[in-house]
């Protein structure tokens, strides 16, 4: 060791007792000195006061960083549930303070707690692979039985002969010198094991990229199955609890769901006294007339087209594929078509006609008025005349 | 080794004839009786007045002693050095339950005679009137009540009078198999405590309203009773030692300890009260929040928020620091706010039964508070008369002379 040391760093006198170091750093102290640190195996009362160490600031730290954390997280809680997206929980309002308490509180104690623990770690300067001066021996002895003070050199009174005078005038058995450890490499371990745990660092973030970036055949990963069984009983099931049989339970005779009472029989059928409707029997608007645009396009336009003259795209595909069972649709801009009563028209769509089947399983009553409502409107386009057009517009000639 | 030892003289300690001070408390206590007497035959409702003032006040000094026991049982419990040199005062503390007892027998006697002035579960018809009662009849009625009161007394005083005789015992023998024998029964006394105390507070206060229930409550009343105690133990022991009988044996050391359990109590009453009200306000429901629904209203609103400010929020920022605790006088001043604050706190839970509209406090409840801290006090003198204020041959009396903050 001796060969490979490096600088001085300070003097370390050995003491016998507690009674000894006390009253040795009281002195060192009084010599002047500022930097020196006293090693004691055991608490020594009275040693602060002896080194004159002053109070820590690290509960005014902890205090600091628990207010920022009871603002910040009373600040956090206030903003998303009160402010930014208010959300009804339980019917509390939006600034229900009591219930924002419990995270506060955690808040707290989590940045007290980590500011404690690492502004210990900080002001003590640490960590550091080791401290030069354990190197001395009496430091050593004051991990048993002995007890040690420690002068750096880095103290600006510092002067060898001067401490050494100081510290053997105190009492001290013996003063040695510590010198700074030999420059080491980095230890390559160390170095290994950090650039082996960063690639594996790598491995999660990679494979996230990966499953996000490519396309999966496979099933979800399904982690939680709390949902998958659950204590009920599926649609048509069988079930030995009831007579019948069945899971599913009919409505009680002679109910009506809301919503589905269906009084108006001119409404629901389209005749009225054994006669075709003449009209709509239901205010026609322009939303009506947008909803059976909407209606006709789904369900109608396959066959009978958008303008209504039977060569929607099915047609045309069953013709050019020569289907032989085929029937080509009814052109609805015929005059038969034209001629035809509202209500009677309803029921083509409720019931069907011919070949074509019936919607009034896909459609509701109102929807199928407004189907009727929009194809008047489509015949009147198709067969309008220049009496049509609103006052004041000159009809467009070739 | 440590000087504080040398300088320790037992005789000094020693309690001379207190009954001077004791005949003024008794004379306060007659006083007091005579008051709420006056009020119970000429003021207006006041009979019932008289009764709630009483039973504040009887609840009052009865938690300061429950909170002295524990605060015995406990440093028995996990062999505490540091608080060997104040324990004595809380043992003479504890000393005073038999006497607390003797003043719940005015709240007791109407009760077991079917009187449903104070719980309204005593009257003979309530039961038809409620089906909740009905169905709390085989626990809430008049004999099993008395029974269970006298039981909870009973063990208390068993308990507290126990562990000052056998303290006692070893100021004369320095016997240490005393110390190890209180050591061992600490445990068990502890659940003997912790059941007993839940339930009295079950009895005496949370049937006020019948109907009514907190599974929490007992652990707000206990955290009060340790808090109130703790609040009266620093003027107590600053008294004596300003009086010489604790010279040279409290220093400022046991100061700022007994400051960090009353910082640490207030903080626990606080996480208590806390957790009852969330749990009460989130889930919202009426049989539960009709507690609450008067004391946040009226008259009450004003006493809540003095518990929430001076019984939590300011004391806790007031004892936060290091320095206050090693302050005698202000720790003692903080001290004495947290007992009346104590009182503060029964008033609230108990008022409300009384009167909902808002607190009722006045010359009754002062008559009823000089009576029943005049018996508590004469109790207190009287137990404390000719005998050491420190266990003087207590073995670990050296380290808690020689107790030093790291």
């Known amino acids: ?398 | 080794m440590r000087t504080e030892a040398i300088r320790f003289a037992p005789e000094r300690t020693i309690a001379g004839d207190l009954g001077r001070p004791a005949r003024a408390a008794a004379m306060a206590a007659a006083a007091g009786a005579v008051g709420v007497l006056l009020t119970a035959f000429l003021a207006e409702d006041g009979l019932r007045r008289a009764q709630f003032a009483w039973l504040i006040a009887a609840l009052f000094v009865l938690t300061l002693g429950l909170g002295a026991l524990f605060f015995v049982l406990l440093q028995h419990l996990v062999r505490s050095g540091w608080s060997v040199a104040v324990r004595r005062v809380a043992e003479k503390v504890a000393l005073t339950i038999p006497a607390a007892g003797l003043l719940l027998v005015p709240v007791v006697l109407p009760t077991l005679l079917g009187h449903g002035g104070l719980f309204p579960w005593a009257a003979a018809d309530a039961a038809h009137e409620s089906e909740l009662i009905a169905h709390k009849r085989p626990w809430l009625n008049g004999p099993f009540f008395a029974l269970r009161i006298a039981l909870y007394i009973g063990a208390w005083s068993w308990l507290a009078r126990w562990f000052a005789a056998r303290s006692r015992e070893q100021d004369l023998s320095g016997d240490p198999q005393a110390t190890l024998a209180m050591q061992r029964r600490s445990a068990p006394a502890m659940v003997l405590y912790g059941v007993t105390v839940a339930f009295a507070s079950f009895d005496l206060v949370m049937s006020l309203t019948p109907e009514w229930f907190s599974t929490i409550f007992g652990v707000y009343v206990f955290a009060g009773s340790v808090l109130g105690f703790l609040g009266l133990c620093v003027p107590l022991v600053l008294l004596l030692e300003r009086r010489g009988r604790l010279r040279d044996v409290v220093t400022v050391e046991h100061y700022h300890d007994l400051g960090r359990l009353l910082f640490a109590f207030v903080f626990f009453w606080g996480y208590i009260a806390f957790s009852q009200y969330l749990l009460i306000w989130y889930a919202n429901v009426p049989e539960e929040t009709v507690w609450f629904q008067p004391r946040q209203r009226g008259g009450w609103a004003p006493v809540s928020l003095t518990l929430v400010f001076g019984h939590f929020l300011l004391p806790f920022a007031g004892l936060l620091s290091r320095r206050v605790k090693r302050r005698r006088g202000l720790l003692a001043a903080w001290g004495a706010a947290l007992v009346a604050l104590h009182y503060v706190d029964l008033l609230w839970l108990v008022g409300p039964a009384f009167r909902a509209a808002g607190p009722a406090f006045g010359l009754p409840e002062v008559a009823a508070l000089a009576g029943a801290g005049g018996v508590f006090a004469h109790a207190l003198l009287r137990a404390s008369e000719h005998s050491p204020l420190v266990p003087i041959r207590d073995p670990r009396l050296g380290e808690s002379l020689a107790l030093r903050q790291t």
């Not at chain 1, 309002?93 to 955690?106: C, D, I, N, R, T």
């Not at chain 1, 354990?134 to 002067?159: C, M, N, R, Y």
């Not at chain 1, 450890?181 to 990966?210: C, D, H, K, S, T």
């Not at chain 1, 006709?296 to 303008?307: N, S, T, W």
Request: aromatic share 8%; glycine share 10%.
């Open chain 1, 1 to 398: 060791m001796a060969s490979a040391r490096g600088t001085k760093l300070g003097l370390v006198g050995a003491f016998a007792s507690a009674d000894e170091l006390v009253a040795a750093t009281r002195s060192v102290r009084a010599a002047g000195f500022r930097r020196f640190d006293a090693f004691s195996p055991y608490p020594v009362h009275g040693i602060d006061e002896a080194m004159g160490t002053r109070p820590t600031v690290l509960p005014w730290l902890v205090l600091g960083a628990g207010v920022a954390g009871l603002a910040g997280a009373l600040a956090l809680q206030l903003w998303t549930n009160g402010v930014d997206y208010p959300f009804v929980t339980s019917g509390k309002p939006a600034w229900g303070l009591p219930a924002y308490v419990p995270v506060a509180f955690e808040v707290v104690i989590l940045a007290g707690a980590v500011t404690a623990f690492v502004g210990m770690l900080a002001l003590n300067g640490l960590p550091r692979w080791a401290n030069p001066v354990l190197g001395a021996k009496a430091v050593q002895a004051a991990s048993s039985t002995g007890f040690a003070v420690a002068i750096e050199a880095a103290d600006p009174a510092f002067d060898e002969a001067r401490a050494r005078a100081v510290l053997a005038g105190a009492g001290a058995s013996g003063v040695e010198a510590f010198h700074a450890p030999p420059r080491a490499p980095f230890p390559r371990p160390l170095v290994y094991g950090a650039w082996i745990a960063l690639a594996l660092a790598l491995v999660p973030p990679a494979l996230i990229v990966a499953k996000r970036a490519g396309v999966s055949r496979l099933p979800r990963v399904h982690l939680v199955r709390d949902m998958d069984r659950q204590p009920k009983r599926g649609a048509q099931a069988e079930s030995p609890f009831f007579d019948d049989g069945r899971a599913a339970r009919l409505p009680v005779a002679g109910t009506v769901a809301v919503g589905e009472l269906r009084a108006d029989a001119g409404f629901e059928t389209g005749r009225a006294d054994g006669d075709w409707l003449s009209r709509p029997p239901l205010e026609i608007d322009r939303a009506l007339l947008d909803r059976g645009r909407e209606r006709y396009a789904i369900h109608c336009a396959v066959c009978h087209g958008a303008d209504g003259r039977g060569r929607g795209p099915v047609a045309i595909r069953a013709e050019a594929l020569r289907e032989p069972a085929w029937v080509p649709p009814s052109d609805l801009q015929s005059e038969h078509a034209r001629g035809l009563a509202d209500g009677e028209l309803y029921d083509v769509v409720r019931n069907g006609v011919r070949n074509m089947a019936g919607y009034g399983d896909q459609l509701a009553a109102r929807d199928r008025w407004a189907v009727v409502a929009y194809l008047r409107a489509l015949q009147r386009s198709q067969n309008a005349t220049s009496e049509d057009l609103p006052p004041g517009v000159t009809p467009f000639s070739r």
